[in-house]
């Protein structure tokens, strides 16, 4: 594995930099593009890393997987969010009209600000619950980057139209500024794909962190499904074409995938493609995918 994953960092070094930086969000817009990391944690304990895989970054919409996991140890709201692609752009708008304030799956960011609120009305402390889960997957000195959140909350026009609109439909229990607290602070979180692909390791063993389940088997598999087929946004048909792994991206330019009953992996380069997910980090995956024989197809 490290002799593979320490190729692909030789492969796509020509690709690291190309891309866009986020710069909707003024505090990731200085971000150096010119990063690459790469880290591999395997079910049976192995770690694998490359690059700058312990330099911290945005984890951005990768969070919303571990929203979901938190919200889903606690219910299961079926009606507020479905579980189809949206074939849109991970913050448009047009479709949440017509389907009334459902959002279409919660890995766009509608959906995962419905997560956001069950974790509002569930827990007293929504921000600092999903950060214990997060410290308990991948380590105590996580952290909410405090400049970073502020900075999303301050361009957050298009989260709150969001989050307006589905309270308009009835679809949001309590009061959008609160909601949006704990959705931009989840954005936040600085990881480095080292702790990713710790954290990340549950869903490649059954719901299961060091013996202890986070959530039980059908959910981690239900999670994966999401992954799969909404991870990645409107290219998520291309990404599971190409690669072949239940994966999540973030506007910070990591991207997780897992191996379902094997290995949990990061990347991270900042350059984004047109649907917001790393250019440099899909090319990894895809080389992994290829090279290893371990895409799930
Ligand atoms: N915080 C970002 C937003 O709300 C997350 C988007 C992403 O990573 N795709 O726009």
Redesign the pocket.
Known sequence: VQSLIDQIANDVANLVGSGKV?D??PALSCIDPQQFGMAVQTTSGDSFATGQADTRFSI???SKVLSLTLALQARSDRHRVGKEPSGDP??SLTQLEYERGIPRNPLI?AGAIITADCLVSDHTEAKQALLDLVRQLAGNSIHFDEEVAAS?RET?A??AALAYLMKSFGNLENEVDQVLDT??HQ?SLAMSCRELANCFCYLANAGKHQDKAIVDIARARRINSLMLTCGT?DRAGEFAFEVGLPAK????GGIVAVVPGELALAVWSPGLGPS?NSVAGTEALKLFAKNSGLSIF
């Open positions: 986020a909707y969000i951005q919409s990768i991970f913050n960011n999303e957050g298009r989260n959705y931009f954005c946004y991206s973030g506007v910070g917001g």
